[in-house]
């Protein structure tokens, strides 16, 4: 599967969304669309959010299903939370 590129191989700043398709009737949208804050964040991110959600927000859970102590849990989450922007930094 394909990643969605999230900075411009040029300047390395973040991409916008200019277009959006459907695949079932071939309607399109144009426009300037900020990323999802949590697009944003780099692939490996966004799977420890995904399972740290489907972990029902449980450090001590998630500390068993990746093999690490609680602290290496806390301080990878706190880590995650400073890279994500600010609704500010995502505003149109």
Do not use: W
């Not at 991409?15 to 900020?34: N, W």
């Amino acid at each position: 599967m394909k990643k969605l590129p999230i900075h411009c191989p040029s300047c390395e700043r973040q991409l916008a969304v200019k277009r959006l398709g459907c695949e079932h009737c071939g309607t399109e949208v144009g426009g300037d669309y900020p990323l999802p804050r949590l697009a944003a964040l780099p692939q490996e991110d966004q799977e420890f959010i995904c399972q740290f959600v489907r972990a029902s927000g449980s450090l001590k859970e998630m500390a068993g299903l990746l093999k690490v102590s609680y602290p290496t849990v806390r301080n990878r989450l706190d880590e995650i939370i400073a890279k994500l922007p600010s609704p500010a930094d995502t505003d149109p």
